[in-house]
């Protein structure tokens, strides 16, 4: 491709409302054109790094047994009834639009539903399984906050790809297939060495986790606790951890209660009882699936619900409404403990709390609160202590008892195991052997193809521009040509290198050098060659790696020999 007949141009600014390097970076080089918050148009540039990408996808995917068809973006309501994933208030991020006669259609956010329904035709036999489909498009989501350029849209592209299983087993099969796939993905891409495989929540249709692939970044939204020396990453949000033991005391001292009229929060309220924030002990009332449940932790942590509902096999877990929190307390809110409670108020308390001497609890008393209080003396001490709380850094993971390492990363990539929560809802079964109904379990696999693209920007790049790894660049090579023996010389090298397959931008603009410099280094395709009227005189070539910024001084042949 000639530069002089390019769609796009190199700009100096990216909008004054871009605040994320990737997109800033790609609209400067003329990949992407923003269109609005969280909605980008892929240009020429752009356009062919994003093939690149659904290229090495769908070649990993086809390897691990995928089959590719496309879904569509329109999606009828009475699909996403049946699984109760069509109201708002269950699914907050749909696009919804309306036919002439009023109908209202969703907006593909995600295509598990209509999978399903698509495959019935196909799927009633053991013979017919296991099955493998994926897409790659477009999918569209009302996110909350679309600051962060490519790696979260409105409007983005995803691979998402199914599984259908006769049961656990080969299902379980299946989805190591396409998580060894996936690991194949990013590698790919250059990203292997900072991409991990991380356990993350699975929902609540599932005892287990799902698996994320996130790439290690300071400007990604997830934080991922590594069990050091193991290959356990953690999403936080479900991350076990063991707090660091506190020094306590070693004699129990007598229980007392404190007046503490509008004491708000922990902080203040072990100022006021003179006590560390570590001796205190937060009590929650929860209501899982319709059992109000005080949950204590240790003060300086919060109860993490998605643990909760792992821990207790729960389908629901909502905090408790006020009134429920003083009918069962009879007291305001703000005083919960875990003493005097109604028998029937499950205690769940997290093991933080359990090496505790002399700790603080609230009374069920309004503005009281205990210290002082000791487990076995003044309240028994439970059978078991659970981890529910959120983990936080410095904590240590349970299973290796190291501190943990904690780092941010972006979500490039997540797979579900379903179990048979659609298919079962959507009535799609198989016959055995015997000629039995069984169900059908499922699976579900995205990567954030659009995303990725905006981590690599955001990875491989320095103060002058991007660094497309060799794999996706949307070029080979930027040939720079410079005076008019150079640009003689530079076209018939543009010429040969063309016949052997190799892919060239040509910048053959009539501007000063420096200008198609930066712009090669702006753009970042991995090799620039330089072609001056000096160097043809000397019979030479320079040869400069954009990653590096090293050149060599190369003849025709050996030019030729490295880039053909
Ligand atoms: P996130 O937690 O980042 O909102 P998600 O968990 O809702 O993502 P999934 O439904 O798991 O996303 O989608 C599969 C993949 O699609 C994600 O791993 C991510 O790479 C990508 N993805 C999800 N939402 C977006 C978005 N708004 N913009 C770009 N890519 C996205
Ligand atoms: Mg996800």
């Known amino acids: 491709m000639r530069r002089t007949r390019l769609f796009t141009k190199t700009l100096r600014e990216a909008p004054a409302d871009e605040v994320a390097r990737n997109a800033q970076l790609l609209i400067r080089a003329g990949f992407v054109h923003k269109e609005m918050a969280g909605v980008y148009a892929y240009l020429p540039l752009g356009l062919r790094v994003i093939e690149h990408i659904k290229q090495i996808v769908r070649e990993e995917m086809n390897a691990a047994g995928g089959e590719e068809l496309l879904m569509t973006t329109l999606q009828p309501s009475d699909i996403w009834e049946k699984t109760n994933r069509w109201d708002d208030e269950v699914v907050d991020n749909w696009f919804k639009t309306k036919l002439l006669n009023g109908t209202v259609l969703g907006v593909g956010l995600t295509h598990e539903e209509p999978i399903v329904d698509a495959a019935r035709p196909y799927i009633s036999s053991y013979k017919d399984l296991p099955k493998s489909v994926y897409q790659i498009g477009n999918k569209y989501r009302n996110e909350k906050r679309a600051k962060s350029g490519l790696l979260r849209g409105r409007e983005f592209i995803m691979k998402d790809l199914y599984t259908f299983a006769r049961d656990q087993e080969e299902h379980e099969r299946v989805y190591e297939n396409f998580a060894v796939a996936y690991g194949k993905v990013y590698e790919r891409l250059g990203l ?42 953690y999403n936080q949000e479900v991350a076990p951890s063991r707090a660091p033991r506190v020094e306590q005391a070693s004699e129990q001292l007598p229980m007392e209660a404190k007046h503490t009229p509008g004491v708000v929060g922990v902080e203040q309220l072990a100022r006021e009882l003179g006590v560390a924030v570590e001796s205190t002990v937060k009590t929650m009332l929860y209501v899982i699936d319709d059992v109000v449940t005080a949950v ?33 307390t009879g007291a305001e809110v703000g005083y919960a403990g875990l003493i005097g409670l109604p028998d029937d108020v499950r205690i769940i308390v997290d093991d933080s709390v359990e090496p505790l001497v002399n700790f603080e609890l609230g009374a069920n008393v309004t503005n009281e609160h205990n210290v002082n209080v000791n487990w076995d003396r003044d309240l028994p001490r439970p059978e078991c202590f659970y981890d529910v709380k959120d983990a936080k850094e410095g904590d240590l993971s349970p299973e290796t008892g190291e501190v943990y390492e904690v780092f941010r990363a972006v979500e490039v990539g997540n797979i579900f195991p379903l179990e048979t929560k659609y298919t079962d809802l959507l009535d799609m079964y198989y016959l055995d052997e015997n000629g039995e109904r069984q169900s059908i379990v499922m699976g579900s696999y995205g990567v954030g193809v659009s995303r990725l693209m ?42 040969e290198l063309a016949k052997r397959g190799v892919e060239v931008m040509y910048d053959d603009r009539d501007v000063r050098p420096g200008e198609k410099f930066a712009d090669a280094e702006l753009m970042g395709m991995p090799w620039r060659v330089t072609v001056s009227d000096r160097g043809v005189e000397a019979g030479t070539y320079e040869l400069t790696e954009r990653k590096t910024g090293e050149t060599v001084v190369l003849t025709y042949d050996e030019l030729l020999a490295k880039l053909g």
């Open 192 to 233: 292997g060495d900072v991409t991990y495989r991380v356990k993350a929540d699975g929902g609540i249709f599932t005892k287990r986790y799902s698996d994320e692939f996130q790439t290690r970044t300071d400007i990604g939204e997830d934080i991922i606790y590594h069990a050091k020396g193991s290959e356990l990453y």
């Open 454 to 495: 905006g981590v690599v920007a955001e990875h491989f790049s320095d103060d002058k521009g991007l660094i497309w790894p060799e794999n996706i660049a949307p070029y080979h090579v930027y040939l720079v040509s410079i005076g008019q023996t150079g640009s003689e010389k530079a076209d018939e090298l543009y010429d």
């Open 296 to 328: 204590a932790v240790r003060g300086d942590y919060e109860v993490n619900e998605i643990k909760l509902r792992m821990a207790l096999d729960a389908k629901s877990v909502a905090l408790a409404d006020e009134d429920t929190i003083k009918r069962v």
